[in-house]
């Protein structure tokens, strides 16, 4: 950031008086700009024991498969990001959706909040951002093609309690080790 979004002025990164982190501030009007992280809300559209996955018609990961999955957009709830972003990426109603995992990403300053919930009719297309959608058994999932590696650990542990009937609330963040590696730190 380099010009302040109130009046225009140059800004400066420095600990502005009762803080304790840098902050982008305005050298004229004192005005503080504070960058915080993205918010994705996604979910896991479930149909007759398969899940429905999307793949990506943009980058990043173009051409890899993922949930439906999406930022939020201001003034709207995370259920409804969730809700929204199955419909514009598979043409899919979700309903029922309940609450199934929070992923803080460190790397890319993004939390994911990830739903479970049933797909309706269990009709699904491509939207604009989908080159195809598909519904997935368990053992059809393309566990090397998955774009994301917050997709990769929420399936896996899905498909854990699927088994049991018993789904539970999980937290986690993922955390990058190297362009290739990451891992996940829990705590459920």
Not at 76 to 82: C, G, K, P, Q, R
Not at 101 to 117: C, D, E, K, P, T
Request: proline share 5%; charged share 20%; net charge negative.
């Amino acid at each position: 950031m380099k010009f302040c979004s109130q009046c225009g002025a140059s800004v400066t990164l420095r600990v502005p008086a009762g803080d304790n982190l840098p902050r982008h501030v305005c050298d004229a009007c004192d005005a503080i700009h504070y960058q915080n992280p993205k918010i994705v809300a996604g979910c896991i559209p479930e149909w007759q024991g398969r899940i429905l996955l999307c793949r990506r018609a943009i980058e990043p990961r173009h051409g890899l498969w993922t949930l439906p999955a999406g930022f939020m957009e201001n003034g709207e709830s995370a259920v409804v990001a969730a809700v929204r972003e199955a419909w514009e990426e598979a043409n899919a109603v979700v309903e029922n959706p309940t609450l199934y995992g929070l992923y803080s990403l460190l790397h890319v300053s993004q939390v994911y909040l990830m739903f479970r919930g049933q797909l309706r009719d269990g009709a699904a297309s491509p939207g604009a951002e989908s080159l195809e959608v598909r519904l997935f058994a368990e053992e059809e999932i393309p566990w090397e093609q998955l774009a994301f590696t917050v997709v990769r650990e929420t399936l896996r542990q899905y498909f854990a309690e699927r088994s049991t009937g018993v789904f539970g609330l999980h937290l986690g963040d993922i955390i990058r080790e190297s362009d290739q590696r990451f891992r996940i730190h829990r705590y459920s």
